[in-house]
């Protein structure tokens, strides 16, 4: 049996992970108006795209790596 979230979760999981990549962005990213704005905002998009992808395709990145060993 496939064990998959509902629609509701996953909107609800996307609801919070937007309120915490703004509130990110604000106290420390692009929107916070200092200088290393630009390169935590990027690294933080980044890493919210890979999240948010995750949330969407159901994709465990770490189980990847491990489909993948290093010889």
């Known amino acids: 049996m496939d064990h998959r979230p509902g629609c509701l979760l996953?909107?609800?999981?996307?609801?919070?992970?937007?309120s915490i990549y703004n509130w990110l962005q604000r106290t420390i990213g692009w929107k916070s108006g200092s200088c290393l704005g630009c390169g935590c905002g990027f690294f933080l998009f980044i890493i919210f795209v890979f999240i948010l992808m995750s949330f969407i395709f159901n994709t465990r990145w770490f189980d990847l790596v491990q489909a993948f060993p290093v010889i």
């Open 10 to 18: 996953g909107l609800l999981r996307i609801g919070i992970l937007n």
